[in-house]
């Protein structure tokens, strides 16, 4: 099946492919069904500052647990639904079901800051501030600050003034705002100029490459003095090694996420990881 040959699995939800075939709209009803049936769950990746060796937070990311297909990546089911309604109706249930996982957190006295990806398309929902507040209402307990959106795809903000004004609205609430995937989008900088946000994430692919290429190590260090010069926080994503920890310190970026710290992990071992979490030596002296 689909499921047990890597690479038919990359794309079984790729209508292109002749194998496997299933039309946007079957996807579509099959994501539905499955947010009706709970087969969607939050997996979390912490982030850490490298210097003073604390867990600053961690990021929800999205898996769906197909009944025939296993353990489904992003990758897999997004881009099907990109710019679909239904996409709204995933990411309010993201919103909530991760605002309820930090209610739970919270009985273990656990309050780390989790950051939530939503797309343009969610931006531009006329009622996404509303349905927001409702959410933040639904789990009073949780403080709004400790929420964070990491805002995708920046090249699609079509209404800029609509996500001025929802950005802001949210801001006004207490959420703050992350730009994932900088410098990815041909648009950043203009975005980095008009966007309230607190933070950018230096997008994975530049620092994955920096130890061996000039270029991507010219762009992380490009991104983290763009962060310092607008007063924003910086986190570099796909921090694989200790090499690439040390790097990135040395440049002035003390965040950090990546499989060298830590894999996305189910819900329920993040509050052990948060305890049992040491950062490499080589990072602290
Ligand atoms: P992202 O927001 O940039 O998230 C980081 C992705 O990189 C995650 O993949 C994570 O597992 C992976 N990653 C983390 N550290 C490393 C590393 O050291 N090396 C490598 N090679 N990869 C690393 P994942 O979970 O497959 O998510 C992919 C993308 O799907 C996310 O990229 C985000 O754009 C999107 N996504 C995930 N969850 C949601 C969601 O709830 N809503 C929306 N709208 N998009 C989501
Ligand atoms: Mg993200
Ligand atoms: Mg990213
Ligand atoms: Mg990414």
């Keep these: 099946s689909a499921k047990q040959t890597g690479k038919n699995r990359y794309h079984f939800f790729d209508i292109n492919q002749s194998k496997d075939i299933q039309s946007t709209h079957e996807v579509i009803e099959s994501i539905r069904r499955g947010i009706e049936q709970d087969e969607f769950v939050l997996y979390y990746q912490p982030k850490v500052n490298m210097q003073t060796g604390t867990v600053i937070g961690c990021e929800a990311l999205i898996r769906w647990q197909h009944p025939d297909r296993g353990l489904l990546l992003p990758g897999e089911f997004l881009p099907v639904i990109n710019k679909h309604p239904i996409s709204l109706v995933l990411g309010d249930w ?7 996982q930090m209610t739970d957190w919270q009985t273990v006295d656990l309050d780390l800051p989790v950051s939530v990806n939503i797309d343009a398309y969610q931006l531009q929902d006329q009622n996404f501030v509303t349905k927001l507040s409702e959410a933040l ?5 949780v403080p ?3 929420l964070e959106l990491e805002i995708l795809e920046t090249n699609g903000l079509a209404d800029m003034m609509q996500v001025l004004a929802t950005m802001q609205a949210c801001i006004d609430i207490g959420v703050s705002f992350a730009l994932d995937d ?5 648009s950043s900088l203009t975005y980095l100029k008009r966007l309230p946000a607190s933070m950018l994430k230096i997008d994975q692919s530049f620092v994955r490459d920096m130890l061996v290429d000039l270029d991507d190590r010219a762009i992380v260090m490009g991104v983290i003095s763009l962060a310092s ?3 924003l926080e910086v986190i ?4 694989e090694s200790i090499e690439h920890g040390s790097q ?3 440049m002035g970026c003390m965040l950090a996420q990546g499989y060298g710290i830590a894999r996305p992990m189910p819900a329920e071992d993040i509050p052990l990881w948060n305890i049992q979490w040491v950062p490499d030596a080589a990072w602290l002296n």
Excluded at 182 to 186: E, R, S, V
């Design 94 to 100: 993201v919103i909530n079901n991760a605002l309820s």
């Design 137 to 141: 209402a639904l789990h009073p307990t």
């Design 144 to 146: 709004p600050h400790l």
């Design 182 to 186: 900088f410098g990815t989008g041909f």
């Design 229 to 231: 010069a607008f007063h």
């Design 236 to 239: 570099a994503e796909g921090v």
């Design 248 to 250: 990135l310190m040395s």
